[in-house]
């Protein structure tokens, strides 16, 4: 090694002699500064997209839930059907029991996945959440299918028949 070669050190990106004049100092600087604010933006635009893919993985999974709990609702609507017309006399038999059981697990299944029923009897009538089949007038007379929601969003609607508001709600509007 010549006497040269030890008395210039290395810069620091790894190769070549040390940076001799102010001009190429500050040309240095500039460039990494300009390659420290590409990384900057590559590691944001990075956790932009991995923030957007991961919103948009949850968005595919709460919609293939939907459809899926959607296919269910009818076979829940005819459990509660089923329930509502026992013959008064076998009440109590513990096959009832046995489909009331099913029918709290399913429930409760159902409401982990974000399922919440839509309170529609005596509440105004929402076009968002109601589907009117008949009637005429401001507030849900009587519902024919209960609705559902999904983690906030109307699942199904609640089929209903619309009349007038119910008394106690006139008495409190006049």
Do not use: C
């Amino acid at each position: 090694m010549t006497e040269h070669e030890r008395e210039d050190p290395v810069n620091e990106n790894g190769g070549g002699t040390a940076v001799e004049t102010p001009d190429e100092l500050e040309e240095a600087r500039a460039r990494a500064a300009d390659f420290e604010d590409r990384w900057k933006r590559a590691a944001a635009e990075f956790q932009n997209y991995r923030r957007r893919t991961e919103g948009e993985r949850a968005e595919i999974l709460r919609g293939a839930n939907g459809a899926l709990l959607k296919e269910i609702l009818p076979v829940l609507d005819d459990l509660e059907r089923a329930l509502a017309n026992v013959p008064p006399e076998q009440a109590e038999s513990k096959w009832v029991e046995g489909a009331q059981l099913v029918e709290r697990k399913f429930r409760a299944i159902m409401e982990r996945q974000g399922l919440t029923p839509i309170d529609a009897l005596g509440q105004p009538f929402d076009p968002a959440l109601h589907e009117a089949i008949g009637g005429s007038g401001t507030h849900v007379a009587e519902e024919y299918q209960r609705g559902y929601t999904l983690n906030g969003r109307t699942l199904r609607p609640a089929m209903v028949i619309v009349g007038d508001a119910p008394p106690a709600l006139e008495e409190l509007q006049a």
